[in-house]
T-cell receptor, first 114, second 114 residues
Framework: DTEVTQTPKHLVMGMTNKKSLKCEQHMGHRAMYWYKQKAKKPPELMFV???????INESVPSRFSPECPNSSLLNLHLHALQPEDSALYLCASSPGTGMRDTQYFGPGTRLTVL | AQSVTQPDIHITVSEGASLELRCNYSYGATPYLFWYVQSPGQGLQLLLK??????LVQGIKGFEAEFKRSQSSFNLRKPSVHWSDAAEYFC????????????FGKGTTLSVSS
């Protein structure tokens, strides 16, 4: 089973709201990722967790706050977002963080910020 | 620095015709190469990957890709396209730093005409 699940599928929030995105995998992978994807663009890496520790933060604004409660779960907490943050947010996982570790992606959460 | 180029932004192919999507990479050593497909509003699905060995790689859904070191290319092919193949296709290379992620090309949109 190579499934990564993400909830919710769609999220609409105001600029003053606080919400969270959730990602889950049960493949025993030790690396998990958050990507942001705008329309007609490739995914842009936001964060990488390796063995439940944050290993890469690609200069993401602090209004995005990742959390990895355990090896199967990855959350992205959202607060005071801007309309330009509207995008598809993709979660991925891989066995490790080596160059040959294949990443498996979830279906994404479509976020709209009003 | 590593990079991936997909020269074709948009390709239209007739149903039943053959398909080739181009991908060129820039990397000094042996690259780890991936092709992903993304249907509208969906996550990325891995089609195939190349790490080493046989330069012709078979993937899912009848796709194959050929690694050509002399041309720094990893082109994706399918002998007969189906309407359901219409999607966005991304070529990616594993990034060569620890705790890393993927470098994506800008993507090629495939349209299938009847």
């Amino acid at each position: 089973d190579t499934e990564v699940t993400q909830t919710p599928k769609h999220l609409v929030m105001g600029m003053t709201n606080k919400k969270s995105l959730k990602c889950e995998q049960h493949m025993g992978h030790r690396a998990m990722y958050w990507y942001k994807q705008k329309a007609k663009k490739p995914p842009e890496l936001m964060f990488v967790y390796s063995y439940e520790k944050l290993s890469i933060n690609e200069s993401v604004p602090s209004r995005f706050s990742p959390e990895c409660p355990n090896s199967s779960l990855l959350n992205l907490h959202l607060h005071a977002l801007q309309p330009e943050d509207s995008a598809l947010y993709l979660c991925a996982s891989s066995p490790g963080t080596g160059m040959r570790d294949t990443q498996y992606f979830g279906p994404g959460t479509r976020l709209t910020v009003l | 620095a590593q990079s991936v180029t997909q020269p074709d932004i948009h390709i239209t192919v007739s149903e039943g015709a053959s398909l080739e999507l181009r991908c060129n990479y820039s990397y000094g050593a042996t690259p780890y190469l991936f092709w992903y497909v993304q249907s509208p509003g969906q996550g990325l699905q891995l089609l195939l990957k190349y790490f080493s060995g046989d330069t012709l790689v078979q993937g899912i859904k009848g796709f194959e890709a050929e690694f050509k070191r002399s041309q720094s290319s990893f082109n994706l092919r399918k002998p007969s396209v189906h309407w359901s193949d219409a999607a966005e296709y991304f070529c990616a290379v594993g990034r060569n730093q620890a705790g890393t992620a993927l470098i994506f090309g800008k993507g090629t949109t495939l349209s299938v005409s009847s």
